[in-house]
Nanobody, 124 residues
Framework: QVQLVESGGGLVQAGGSLRLYCAFSGRTFSSYVMGWFRQVPGKERESVAA????????FYVDSVKGRFTISRDIAKNTVYLQMNSLKPEDTAVYYC?????????????????WGQGTQVTVSS
């Protein structure tokens, strides 16, 4: 069974940076598309970024383009989300997710495995 464990969240001032980590275990990491999602209370969980199996293709929601970077290290079974120039509106619980579906999933419905989430708080 796939297990995902996020870390790296915390409190940061606006304009600062954080790097999120997601450790993958239980199956072959390179067989899964990986994504980062975020959710604030009362709102739908939204897709933030995704990366394909080889790491050659990425997706970003418009609000984070140019500020966030998703990457993966096949040898370490880890996916990262580098977040720069953080804004208060980036405050949310961030979730790592894995998709075994054919193709490149960028929506919540495409992902069958989820981590427990890590809180990111950006103060103004």
């Amino acid at each position: 069974q796939v297990q995902l464990v996020e870390s790296g969240g915390g409190l940061v001032q606006a304009g600062g940076s954080l790097r999120l980590y997601c450790a993958f275990s239980g199956r072959t990491f390179s067989s899964y598309v990986m994504g980062w999602f975020r959710q604030v209370p009362g709102k739908e969980r939204e897709s933030v970024a995704a990366i394909n199996r080889s790491g050659s293709r990425t997706f970003y929601v418009d609000s984070v383009k140019g500020r966030f970077t998703i990457s993966r290290d096949i040898a370490k079974n880890t996916v990262y989300l580098q977040m720069n120039s953080l804004k208060p509106e980036d405050t949310a619980v961030y979730y790592c997710a894995a998709s075994i579906r054919v193709g490149f999933s960028t929506t919540r419905e495409g992902y069958g495995y989820w981590g427990q989430g890590t809180q990111v708080t950006v103060s103004s």
